[in-house]
């Protein structure tokens, strides 16, 4: 499992096949939203649901399951917007992460392809108005 921190605003968990094996293999249950989460509550994309049963629904073993988790109160990430040299988005990006929520989607490689996922996904920062 890959994490990447920038300055506890937000956390972005990318899972892998080996990671998901791995999880697996070492865990008598798989894990749940609880075990990412840090503190943040599971948005509409994972009610119900881990990342790593997400991450299942690419059929396949080469694929980005992400899991974002905003930590910060002020502030709220909006408009998605994502480019793919390769690979298709297999569960879109949630068009808002709200302020102390998680959110998870999943791009995976095109099937009977000799590539991956390949791309770049961006969202729009935006302050929280206090009304």
Known sequence: ???LLSDNFMRLIFLSEKDRNFAATTSNSTPSIA???F?????????GTTLNEIASKAKCN??????????HHEFELK???YYLVSGVNHSPPPPKVRS???EAFLFRKTYYAATGSV?????EIHKLRRD
Do not use: D, K, W
């Open 1 to 3: 499992m890959n994490t």
């Open 35 to 37: 075990e990412f989460a």
């Open 39 to 47: 503190n943040v509550i599971p948005g509409e994309s994972l009610e």
């Open 62 to 71: 080469r694929y980005c399951a992400i899991l974002i988790q905003n930590h």
């Open 79 to 81: 408009a998605p917007s």
């Open 100 to 102: 102390g929520y998680a």
């Open 119 to 123: 791309g770049v996904l961006s969202y």
